[in-house]
């Protein structure tokens, strides 16, 4: 199975902490099943020229979403989260070869995770 055919994807976004509380709102609006979220650091296109490590505070989210709306999830998170400042972070779209559910120790499927 080619990376285009599996069914999942994972939407790694790296934003400002200001800007968690919106994005979190705008991926349930969206009906989004699922996220988790991570306090980061690190530094890239902006560096915080204040600390020693340059390293500055970011938080991680991270969608499962199956293929066909993780563009549109991206997206949102951009939407949302866009100052046009730099720092504003990143998204990724990568793809998922298997995805089970911890609970059922099933393998998802594109329909449902249960």
Same mark, same amino acid.
């Given at each position: 199975m080619s990376d285009l055919d599996m069914p999942f994807r994972k939407v790694t976004a790296i %934003? +400002? @902490? $200001? &800007?968690?509380? !919106? /994005? !979190? !709102? +705008?991926? #349930? $609006?969206l009906g989004v099943p699922g996220v988790s979220v991570t306090r980061v650091k690190g530094f890239g296109e902006h560096a915080s020229f204040y600390s020693p490590d340059w390293l500055m505070t970011h938080v991680r989210i991270e969608v499962f979403i199956e293929r066909g709306r993780a563009r549109e999830i991206a997206e949102a998170i951009m $939407?949302? =989260?866009?100052?046009? +400042? !730099?720092? $504003?972070? #990143? /998204? =990724? %779209?990568? @793809? &998922?070869e298997t995805l089970f559910h911890v609970r059922t120790r099933r393998e998802c499927d594109q329909e449902a995770c249960e």
């Open positions: %934003i +400002r @902490p $200001d &800007v968690l509380k !919106e /994005v !979190e !709102e +705008r991926l #349930i $609006d $939407d949302t =989260a866009h100052s046009g +400042r !730099e720092g $504003d972070g #990143i /998204v =990724a %779209i990568l @793809p &998922v």
